[in-house]
T-cell receptor, first 110, second 112 residues
């Protein structure tokens, strides 16, 4: 079983829609969590960190449920430019190693 | 800042040939990571360095793979001999903080 699991999608949504991605992790020692974004044929880039209390960055909201080992990303008012693959990432305490999920592909349609 | 630089950007080679991938991390970053990305397995960590010293190479698939970091501004990942199943995108990333790894543009490797 992969340490970080995501629904691969694709999610095809119209502009302006709200879309949510989910992710589960199996390593209970994981301490920090992130969402990275990867555009087609490009490198991954950090989108946002995920905090236990939940956090928001503009149209993006990330949440963490440690008891369920579950992470989510909510995108409101989707834009065409949001089309990308979203990678869920976990990091154990005291480590620089990141474990990536395989990603969820989002296509925002005009 | 130029970001992480990788070369070559594309490599096509024949099975059995040696392949050398190169990476220049962002200046001042003391961690360097090599990843491999495929459709089947996603993004996998191969090896990472701290202050030019290999810390964990447990992700290196087999002895055909080797990585070096002779100084703070240069690292190589070598595959010898290459096999078709090595075809993938190889990313180098660097960081100075755990949560933010900066990835290079990647090298697309095709082994025929």
């Amino acid at each position: 079983r992969k340490e970080v699991e995501q629904d691969p999608g694709p999610f095809n949504v119209p502009e302006g829609a709200t879309v949510a991605f989910n992710c589960t992790y199996s390593n209970s020692a994981s301490q920090s969590f992130f969402w990275y974004r990867q555009d087609c044929r490009k490198e991954p880039k950090l989108l946002m960190s995920v905090y236990s209390s939940g956090n928001e960055d503009g149209r993006f909201t990330a949440q963490l449920n440690r008891a369920s080992q579950y992470i989510s990303l909510l995108i409101r008012d989707s834009k065409l430019s949001d089309s990308a693959t979203y990678l869920c990432v976990a990091r154990p305490a005291g480590s620089y190693q990141l474990t990536f999920g395989k990603g969820t592909k989002l296509s925002v349609i005009p | 800042d130029a970001g992480v630089i990788q070369s070559p950007r594309h490599e096509v080679t024949e099975m059995g040939q040696e392949v050398t991938l190169r990476c220049k991390p962002i200046s001042g970053h003391d961690y360097l990571f090599w990843y491999r990305q495929t459709m089947m397995r996603g993004l996998e960590l191969l090896i990472y360095f701290n202050n030019n010293v290999p810390i964990d190479d447990s992700g290196m698939p087999e002895d055909r793979f080797s990585a070096k970091m002779p100084n703070a501004s240069f690292s190589t990942l070598k595959i010898q001999p290459s096999e078709p199943r090595d075809s993938a995108v190889y990313f180098c990333a660097s960081s100075f903080r755990p949560e933010t790894q900066y990835f290079g543009p990647g090298t697309r490797l095709l082994v025929l």
